[in-house]
């Protein structure tokens, strides 16, 4: 009987996967269901989203999930509306009232509450809902639901927002998948019997003075990339990867950033002391050519994928798109996609020409 049910369970995890592979599409992009987006930090800290506007007042709702095995999930609100001290806030799933808190209250627990490295707050006034398990029997409701409405305590008179959830159980499925959580005991979207593991992740580094000596030296040298500010440094999410025994990946902002672009570089630190700035191919008109920056770098640790961005125009509709691969030795170009029109207008990334592998290739 035991087994029976764990066939059953493997074969239901399964499906799960197809079922989010198959909404994913393009993987040059997280994907979205209804208003959910999801996305993941470069430490491996992943969430979803959703970004809901009223008349007057927006709020962004979102679940945070940290990569350590026993991180629980985090449910965070933004609005931005200042609340008044002495109301409360009120929480109704598909029209029954599921929870009321004060704000005085959210207030007092926002100092317990972590913050996990690599999180970024959007602007406005935000909290987190009381963690633990309260979290988990909210998150268990809504996934289910169709509808959450949040009733905000704004003077002169109340405001509610409602937030559609016919995308959520989708992203928290995502979630999980990327995290390798489904079939275990902290998955949100399918738990099961199987032990929790912390996800593939790299640890932060949110001030210069972490990096060693070498690699230091080799950040301070290059480029312009010590010109930034120690606040913005720490909010670039800059990581270090173990890249096995003997040597680690460091992934750096380096200057200052532009309205929409910020330039990092990759150093590798060997164990007896060394280090040096890696160059990543690319392409240009004529051929391959290597590069020593990196645009809007993004790691994941789970494919051990670097990727970057350059943007040619804010809103994001053109410029170039490179996906590296770490081998072992060194990173290979595996993907390149480039948009050299800037007309505003907005092209998905999925959408823009593949210039590798180039279209007479046969990989």
Not at 159 to 176: F, K, M
Request: net charge negative.
């Amino acid at each position: 009987m035991t087994r029976t049910l764990f066939r059953i369970f493997v074969i239901a995890a399964g499906l799960l996967l197809e079922a989010v592979s198959a909404h994913a599409g393009s993987d040059r992009t997280p994907p979205t269901w209804d208003t959910w987006s999801v996305g993941c930090g470069n430490t491996g800290l992943c969430f979803t989203s959703t970004f809901v506007r009223g008349q007057s007042t927006w709020v962004d709702v979102r679940v945070i999930r940290d990569w350590p095995a026993n991180a629980d999930p985090l449910l965070r609100i933004t609005t931005n509306t200042p609340l008044a001290g002495d109301g409360e806030i009120r929480f109704v799933v598909d029209g029954k009232l599921e929870d009321t808190l004060s704000v005085a209250e959210l207030r007092d627990i926002q100092a317990s509450v972590v913050s996990p490295e690599g999180f970024r707050p959007i602007g406005g006034e935000g909290f987190w809902y009381p963690t633990g398990q309260a979290t988990r029997s909210l998150l268990e409701k809504i996934g289910k639901a169709s509808k959450l409405a949040i009733e905000l305590p704004v003077a002169p008179e109340k405001t509610e927002v409602t937030v559609e959830l016919g995308g959520l159980s989708h992203a928290l499925a995502w979630i999980d998948a990327r995290q390798n959580r489904i079939g275990t005991a902290s998955s949100i979207s399918s738990p099961g019997p199987g032990e929790n593991k912390d996800a593939p992740h790299a640890d932060a580094i949110s001030n210069p003075d972490q990096l060693p000596p070498a690699v230091r030296s080799v950040w301070d040298a290059s480029r312009s990339c010590s010109d930034i500010d120690p606040t913005i440094f720490a909010s670039l999410d800059a990581v270090s990867v173990p890249l096995g025994e003997s040597s680690a990946l460091y992934i750096l902002p380096c200057g200052v950033p532009s309205a929409y672009n910020t330039p990092y570089i990759a150093i590798q630190a060997k164990a007896e002391g060394m280090a040096s700035q890696l160059h990543l191919a690319r392409m240009a008109e004529k051929g391959p050519v290597t590069t020593d920056l990196i645009y809007n770098a993004k790691w994941n640790p789970a494919r051990l994928y670097l990727e970057g961005l350059f943007k040619g125009s804010g809103l994001g509709e053109c410029g170039t798109w490179n996906r590296w691969e770490w081998t072992g030795s060194g990173f290979v170009m595996i993907e390149e996609a480039s948009r050299q029109t800037c007309d505003g207008k907005e092209t998905p990334l999925s959408e823009w020409p593949t210039t590798w592998p180039a279209p007479t290739s046969s990989q």
